[in-house]
């Protein structure tokens, strides 16, 4: 990623370790904790994307990318779901920082471990649900560019 992306576009999230699967919400699906997966690309709006205030949201949901807490606190290995917007001081799991250099999607939430988004266990293949991973700076499964989406 270049620098962060516009706010009033979408986008498709590529994976830099294989250019056809990017983020997607599993089968359309429009519910609280809606599992988001990596998937081949088909540009449908379950895999677009907006970046608002920190905030990462699913076009055809409307919800945003939020990672699972485990006992209260963002944990390597945990599942990153949509979930609906919460005010900003109950959402530290809901909001990113986008390094523009290397491409990485990390939690903000200052208290978190240094991890990023990723698949499970650093997976790209399709289906794979995404996660937040242990950073690996020479990790490119870790790694993703934001492509503006076509309508």
């Known amino acids: 990623m270049a620098q962060c992306p516009d706010p009033t576009k979408s986008f498709i999230i590529q994976s830099n370790a294989d250019p056809y699967c990017v983020l997607d919400i599993a089968d359309h699906n429009k519910d609280e904790g809606g599992e988001v997966i990596l998937w081949t690309r088909n540009d449908g709006n379950n895999q677009k994307w907006r970046?608002?205030?920190?905030?990462?949201?699913?076009?055809?949901?409307?919800?945003?990318?939020?990672?699972?807490?485990?006992?209260?606190?963002?944990?390597?290995?945990?599942?990153?779901?949509?979930?609906?917007?919460?005010?900003?001081?109950?959402?530290?799991?809901?909001?990113?920082?986008?390094?523009?250099?290397?491409g990485y999607i990390t939690p903000w939430d200052p208290t978190a471990p240094r991890v990023t988004l990723a698949g499970l266990n650093n997976a790209t293949r399709s289906g794979t649900l995404a996660s937040v991973q242990p950073l690996d700076l020479h990790n490119v499964a870790?790694?993703?560019?934001?492509?503006?989406?076509?309508s």
């Open 51 to 102: 970046f608002q205030d920190g905030y990462i949201f699913n076009v055809e949901s409307g919800m945003c990318l939020e990672v699972q807490l485990q006992n209260g606190a963002i944990v390597a290995g945990a599942h990153v779901v949509q979930a609906t917007k919460r005010g900003v001081s109950d959402s530290l799991n809901q909001m990113w920082v986008i390094n523009p250099t290397y």
């Open 142 to 150: 870790q790694q993703w560019a934001a492509h503006e989406a076509t």
